[in-house]
């Protein structure tokens, strides 16, 4: 029988719905809006589709975007005082900046001048610390995309064996994080595990977050098993085609014969990240207006 398909869009779009009302109680009960700053250094193409998307998708949800679009060349030392400004300024809640940053700047160096209250992205040392010693923080956003739509599907997740394929510190580290926060039994595999396939057919819940196209195989998986893709990757344009289909980490198709669920790609994942980016933008504005957080955000 052909596997469920976990409609992320469907449920980003119904998040994204909640926190717009919400967010309309917010500025009732605040006096303004919720704001979030994105910034975005240099011309990286993939980059400025993300930020306009997130623009677009801040004005939608009632609250507030502040863009700022710096020079390719831009100095650390701009830059961060750039961040150190937005960390002062009263009408931001929230801020991200757009990652990759231009080789000659420092990543790290950037993401630690956050102030860590306003860090909606959770990549902060802090609210990375935070999650890892189950502190109430920041997570990062499609992690905890994840897990919600995990959470809807399964609910009590249990005792229930699950496998993280990657281990990035926005993907893979957080994610196994909530899942053994929600007392999963979690592996985690990466580039150098043996016997993938072997690990992963223990799995009730495979997330795979690695960025190869369709590199779990429908004989990997456990019958039953649930399954989250998180990878988006193109494949080569062909014929006829201007640009390739995207893909995920997952052989989608033989999979979903396996599987009792699984997200597609596009449709899955991918729209829950900038769902939880509003949602996390929002508790943190209720946050540094001192106002109770309402249930269920
Ligand atoms: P990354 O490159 O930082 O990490 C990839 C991980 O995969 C590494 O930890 C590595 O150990 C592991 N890996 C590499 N080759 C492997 C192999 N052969 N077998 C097992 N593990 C292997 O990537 P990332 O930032 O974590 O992103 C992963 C994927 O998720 C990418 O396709 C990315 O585009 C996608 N992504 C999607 C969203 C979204 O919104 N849906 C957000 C972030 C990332």
Redesign the pocket.
């Known amino acids: 029988m052909a596997a469920d398909r976990i409609d992320g869009k469907a449920f980003a779009e119904k998040l994204r719905a909640r926190v717009g009302e919400q967010a309309a109680k917010f500025e009732q009960a605040a006096g303004r809006k919720a704001g979030l700053a994105v910034v975005l250094v240099g011309e990286d193409p993939a980059s400025q589709v993300y930020v306009r998307s997130k623009g677009k998708a801040v004005l939608a949800a009632n609250m507030n975007g502040f863009e700022h679009r710096l020079a390719e060349d831009t100095s650390q030392e701009d830059l961060l005082a750039l961040v150190e400004a937005l960390n002062a300024d009263d009408a931001v809640d929230g801020i991200l900046v757009q990652l990759p940053l231009p080789a000659h700047l420092d990543d790290q160096a950037v993401i630690a001048a956050i102030d860590p209250d306003k860090d909606v992205d959770g990549f902060h040392i802090a609210n990375a610390g935070r999650l890892a010693v189950g502190q109430t923080g920041f997570v990062p956003?499609?992690p905890l995309?994840c897990m919600m739509l995990l959470a809807d599907r399964l609910g009590d997740l249990s005792g229930m064996e699950a496998v993280v394929?990657?281990?990035?510190?926005?993907?893979?580290k957080p994610m196994a994080q909530l899942l053994l926060d929600a007392n999963a039994t979690v592996t985690i595999?990466?580039?150098?595990?043996k016997d993938?396939a072997g690990v992963v057919r223990r799995a009730d819940i495979v997330v795979?977050?690695?960025?190869?196209a369709e590199?779990v195989k429908a004989d990997w998986l456990k019958p039953g098993a649930t399954v989250i893709d998180?990878?988006?990757?193109r494949l080569p344009a062909g014929e006829g085609e201007e640009r390739g289909r995207l893909v995920?980490?997952v052989d989608y198709g033989p999979a979903s014969e396996v599987a009792s669920a699984i997200t597609p790609?596009p449709g899955?994942?991918?729209?829950?990240?900038?769902a939880v980016l509003l949602r996390n933008t929002l508790v943190a504005a209720y946050n540094h207006a001192g106002l109770d957080q309402p249930e269920g955000l």
């Open positions: 956003c499609t995309g394929i990657g281990r990035s510190n926005i993907v893979g595999a990466h580039s150098r595990t993938l795979a977050a690695v960025g190869r590199m998180v990878g988006i990757n995920g980490d790609v899955g994942v991918g729209p829950m990240t900038i």
